[in-house]
């Protein structure tokens, strides 16, 4: 029998200068490393709910949510459900979960240490890296 992964949520979110709004995480699993704003889905939301008050938490940013670009499982434990987003208001500052938040140009993602897997996820859904 195959454990039932944990729901979780991503939020891939690009400014009109091509930047890539990512945070640094401040616990396991890959404590350090940078990735898109996210985590899991509580009992009651939706996932875009989800995805949006992860963000919020996350960065201080408010964010309108669009539509789903991929589904990956992390670690045989998550289910991640990566949705696009664009901010609507709010300023951006580290909190909650995460060590730091900044917009990353497509240079800076890949100097910069990432969750494994990150980039290829982000290119297969269509991020310019």
Known sequence: MVPDLLPCVGAVIVDQAGRLLLVQRAHPPSRGRWTVPGGRVESGETLPE??????????GLTVSVGCLLAV?????????????ATVTG????????????????????????????????????????
């Open 50 to 59: 989800a995805t949006a008050r992860e963000v919020a938490e996350e960065t």
């Open 72 to 84: 990956v499982d992390i670690d045989g434990t998550y289910r991640v459900h990566d949705f696009a």
């Open 90 to 129: 709010g300023t951006l500052a580290p909190a909650d979960d995460a060590l730091d938040a900044r917009w990353c140009s497509p240079q800076e993602v890949l100097a910069i240490p990432t969750t494994p897997g990150l980039v290829v996820e982000l290119r297969r859904m269509g991020v310019p890296l």
